[in-house]
Antibody, heavy 120, light 110 residues
Framework: QVLLQESGPGLVKPSQTLSLFCTVS??????????WNWIRQPAGKGLEWIGR???????TYSPSLKSRVLISLDTSKNQFSLRLNSVTAADTAMYYC????????????WGQGILVTVSS | QSVVTQPPSASGTPGQRVTISCSGS????????VNWYQQVPGTAPKLLIY???QRPSGVPDRFSGSRSGTSASLAISGLQSGDEADYYC???????????FGGGTTLTVL
């Protein structure tokens, strides 16, 4: 059973960088053909895919966020991370990490989510 | 405005059969498989259907999915009060080169 757990600051100031971590247990993030994803959901709204990182390190980002996003792996901690810079109030959302499968792109395992508020 | 369109709401009475549609285009549903997620308010989404019509272990066979052309649908039979949730379709979009979600459908059991 794969478990994912998000962590990081719940409050970020406008124009600063949002940094979140997803710790994976029950499996190695560096093996297999899995993709490790970040997805967010503003309160009362739908899901938005942010991007993903392959177990070998290559990344794909949503076109709408690509200029501000960086997803990376830390295999020593079995963890992957999200950095979103120049944040605004529009980036306030619940952020989820999820394990994705190739080639169907489905997300079989999700973290419980972490609420990030952008406010001064 | 999502590239993939779902009705914002759906409803049914206990025991009824309800379907939720997901409409896209040739660059997404028309050329890639569709997945469905169930999200009970206050909780993380849960995978309900993958690869158009496959159920993960533990998902009741009351839930079924299908895809035809550039559209997909989720059917729920024998509706129960516990099925009240938001339902999202998702697929890959070749033009955007990313995963896209439908806007979500809120299911109410009357």
């Amino acid at each position: 059973q794969v478990l994912l757990q998000e962590s990081g600051p719940g409050l970020v100031k406008p124009s600063q960088t949002l940094s979140l971590f997803c710790t994976v247990s029950g499996g190695s993030i560096s093996s297999g053909s899995d993709f490790w994803n970040w997805i967010r959901q503003p309160a009362g709204k739908g899901l938005e895919w942010i991007g993903r990182i392959y177990s070998r390190g290559s990344t794909t980002y949503s076109p709408s966020l690509k200029s501000r996003v960086l997803i990376s792996l830390d295999t020593s901690k079995n963890q992957f991370s999200l950095r979103l810079n120049s944040v605004t109030a529009a980036d306030t959302a619940m952020y989820y990490c999820a394990k994705g499968e190739w080639p169907t792109h489905h997300f079989g395992y999700w973290g419980q989510g972490i609420l990030v508020t952008v406010s001064s | 405005q999502s590239v993939v369109t779902q009705p914002p709401s759906a409803s049914g009475t206990p025991g009824q059969r309800v379907t939720i549609s997901c409409s896209g285009s040739s660059s997404n549903i028309g050329s890639n498989t569709v997945n469905w997620y169930q999200q009970v308010p206050g909780t993380a989404p849960k995978l309900l259907i993958y690869t158009n019509n496959q159920r993960p272990s533990g998902v009741p066979d009351r839930f079924s999915g299908s895809r035809s052309g550039t559209s997909a649908s989720l059917a729920i039979s024998g509706l129960q009060s516990g099925d009240e949730a938001d339902y999202y379709c998702a697929t890959w979009d070749d033009s955007l080169n990313g995963v896209i979600f439908g806007g979500g459908t809120t299911l109410t059991v009357l």
